[in-house]
C-alpha cells in the first residue's frame, strides 16, 4: 500500500525566515511519481512540482527548492525567505504505477509579518 | 477553458437523503478522481476512473457511487447521506500519461458538502 506521511500538521515562521516542509513515503513500486501542491485560504489547489523517481536531482525555482533522497524515502520542500503570501496547507503526493494520487494529511505554513 | 468544473459548490443534506455531485473536464483528460478533504487527514481518494466505462475503488469508497458518463464527465453518488460524510469535495483530472512531463493532476473548485 501506498503512504505519504507529513509530520508537521502546522508551522508559524516570521516572514524572511527559511522554511522546511517534511514529506515521507512508502511504497513497493520502483517507478512513481512525487508531487507538491499548496491550498491557500482561498481553497484551490496549485500544482508547485512533480518529480519522477529515476530523478534524484534537487530543485530550485525562486524561493521554493525540492530535496528528493530515495535512500530516506523522502521529498522535502524548502521555502528561502519566506512570505506572507506563503502562507498555506501544502499537500505532498505519490502517485503509483496504477495512476492513483495519494497524499499526505498536509502541514499548514503560517508566515507572520 | 473552464479546466475542471463541479457543481454544486455548497450543499446541506439531511441524513438519509441522497444527491450526485457532478464533474466535467475539458482538457480531453483520461483519468478522473474523486477526493474529500477533512481537517488533519489532507486529500483522501474516494474513486478513481481510468478511462470512460471504468472505475475503481479508492482508500475511503463506503457510502459512495460513482459514474464516469463519457470522457468529460464523473458523478459522485450519495445514496443515503450520513454525518460522517460531511466535507469537502474535490475532483480532478489528469492526462493519463505518466511519461509526460506535463503530467499533474487538475483539481476543480471544490463542494463544500455538510450533512445534518
Known amino acids: 500500500a501506498q503512504k505519504v506521511t507529513q509530520a508537521q500538521t502546522e508551522i508559524s515562521v516570521v516572514e524572511k525566515e527559511d522554511v522546511t516542509l517534511d514529506c515521507v513515503y512508502e511504497?513497493?513500486?520502483?517507478?512513481?511519481?512525487l508531487f507538491w501542491y499548496k491550498q491557500p485560504p482561498s481553497g484551490e489547489l496549485v500544482f508547485l512540482i512533480r518529480r519522477n523517481s529515476f530523478d534524484e536531482q534537487n530543485e530550485i525555482s525562486g524561493r521554493y527548492s525540492w530535496n528528493f533522497q530515495k535512500s530516506t524515502s523522502s521529498f522535502n520542500f524548502t521555502i528561502t525567505a519566506s512570505q506572507v503570501v506563503d502562507s498555506a496547507v501544502y499537500f505532498c503526493?505519490?502517485?503509483?504505477?496504477?495512476?492513483?494520487?495519494?497524499f499526505g494529511s498536509g502541514t499548514k505554513l503560517n508566515v507572520k509579518p | 477553458n473552464a479546466g475542471v468544473t463541479q457543481t454544486p459548490k455548497f450543499q446541506v443534506l439531511k441524513t438519509g437523503q441522497s444527491m450526485t455531485l457532478q464533474c466535467a473536464q475539458d482538457m480531453n483528460h483520461n483519468s478522473m478522481y474523486w477526493y474529500r478533504q477533512d481537517p488533519g487527514m489532507g486529500l483522501r481518494l474516494i474513486y478513481y476512473?481510468?478511462?470512460?466505462?471504468?472505475?475503481d475503488k479508492g482508500e475511503v469508497p463506503n457510502g459512495y457511487n460513482v459514474s464516469r458518463l463519457n470522457k468529460r464527465e464523473f458523478s459522485l453518488r450519495l445514496e443515503s447521506a450520513a454525518p460522517s460524510q460531511t466535507s469537502v469535495y474535490f475532483c480532478?483530472?489528469?492526462?493519463?500519461?505518466?511519461?509526460?512531463?506535463?503530467?499533474?493532476?487538475?483539481f476543480g473548485s471544490g463542494t463544500q458538502l455538510s450533512v445534518l
Open positions: 480532478a483530472s489528469v492526462h493519463g500519461v505518466r511519461s509526460s512531463t506535463n503530467e499533474k493532476l487538475f
Open positions: 511504497t513497493r513500486d520502483t517507478t512513481y511519481y
Open positions: 503526493a505519490l502517485r503509483d504505477n496504477f495512476n492513483k494520487f495519494y
Open positions: 476512473s481510468a478511462s470512460e466505462g471504468t472505475t
